[in-house]
């Protein structure tokens, strides 16, 4: 029965990050409540049928992935309040549109942007150590589009390659993709050169995790 309830928390986990505060808005905040009570009751009908073991079993894992997720939210939204940075929390994957932007065709990562790649490495590795991380990168419409793709994909490979150095992630673990002038534009009017259009020439992060529940990997300061 324990592998049975097992494959259930995975289910619990993976519709608790989508539902978590701040998730996307594809998801039905009602729907998503439904989802999890019902499963909720479900199993808790399946450790009413067991023996005691596997209910006092099932009831640490509750409380255990409670405080994970909780532990989770509190990281996420310190982020968003002093970064600045929008996080979407997907049910396989948490995208981070954060404050990492560069100067019409460049690439180099600017000094003012290591906080936050380090801040978000620090999050990746305590909840999602083993999960991979995407580095997307994009451009203003600007130019050729040919080129954006290679300037895109320059400017994902100057993060990746800055979080792999500077942090504990490895090359395995990180990959730069990129999706140059992309229509997923921030703003719809402006481009270089100049200043115009600068919101459009970023990264975005992602981790997928595939749906797995967030580990909670001691830093030696408490929860």
Request: proline share 3%; charged share 25%; net charge negative.
């Amino acid at each position: 029965m324990s592998r049975k309830l097992n494959s259930k928390f995975g289910l619990l986990a993976a519709l608790a990050v989508a539902g978590s505060a701040g998730a996307c808005k594809t998801v039905s905040p009602d729907d998503m409540d439904a989802s999890l009570s019902a499963l909720r009751a479900e199993m808790q009908q399946e450790m009413a049928a067991g023996d005691e073991g596997v209910t006092q079993w099932a009831d640490g894992r509750f409380g255990e992935m409670d405080q994970r997720f909780a532990a989770l939210e509190r990281d996420l939204q310190e982020m968003e309040r002093e970064f600045e940075v929008s996080i979407a929390r997907l049910e396989d994957e948490l995208r981070f549109n954060v404050p990492v932007y560069f100067g019409f065709d460049e690439s180099a990562l600017g000094t003012d942007d290591q906080d936050i790649l380090a801040k978000f490495a620090s999050v990746s590795q305590k909840y999602y150590p083993d999960a991979l991380v995407t580095v997307e990168g994009f451009t203003d419409p600007s130019g050729d589009e040919n080129y954006n793709m290679w300037l895109g994909e320059q400017r994902a490979k100057s993060v990746a390659e800055y979080l792999v150095s500077t942090t504990a992630m490895t090359e395995d673990g990180v990959k730069a993709v990129s999706y140059g002038e992309d229509t997923r534009r921030l703003v719809s009017q402006g481009w270089g050169p100049g200043t115009d259009g600068w919101e459009n020439r970023r990264v975005v992060l992602v981790i997928d995790h595939d749906g797995t529940p967030p580990a909670l990997v001691s830093d030696g300061a408490g929860s």
